[in-house]
Nanobody, 124 residues
Framework: HVQLVESGGGSVQAGGSLRLSCAAPGYIGNKYCMGWFRQAPGKQREGVAGIDRDGITTYADSVKGRFTISQDNAKNTLYLQMNSLKPEDTALYYC???????????????????RGQGTQVTVS
């Protein structure tokens, strides 16, 4: 069991910014890829961004240039900085840890076997 706890969601107007955080166990960085997924009502789950232990990142085309994934290894925390938010970014965002594809942490192949409860982002 991997406990992941997200925070930082909320409501924002279009064009605004939010930063999501995900607290993870200390051992995560050595064995797991980390990433963010989102799911909106009636839509398919979407991988948003992934990062490996060296800080190499990948993004969904829909968020490239607007979102930035990062990690603070000393704090065992994953972040997602979201700028220029659009109404279509409205979704439940959740943090995932995936050992199955480690160390090749490409968001397009990451799985969601270990995930947090999620934090809601609403853009109006």
């Amino acid at each position: 069991h991997v406990q992941l706890v997200e925070s930082g969601g909320g409501s924002v107007q279009a064009g605004g910014s939010l930063r999501l955080s995900c607290a993870a166990p200390g051992y995560i960085g050595n064995k797991y890829c980390m990433g963010w997924f989102r799911q909106a009502p009636g839509k398919q789950r979407e991988g948003v961004a992934g990062i490996d232990r060296d800080g190499i990142t990948t993004y969904a085309d829909s968020v490239k240039g607007r979102f930035t994934i990062s990690q603070d290894n000393a704090k065992n925390t994953l972040y997602l900085q979201m700028n220029s938010l659009k109404p279509e970014d409205t979704a439940l965002y959740y943090c995932v840890a995936d050992p199955s594809v480690f160390p090749v942490c490409v968001i397009g192949v990451m799985r969601t076997d270990y995930r947090g409860q999620g934090t809601q982002v609403t853009v109006s």
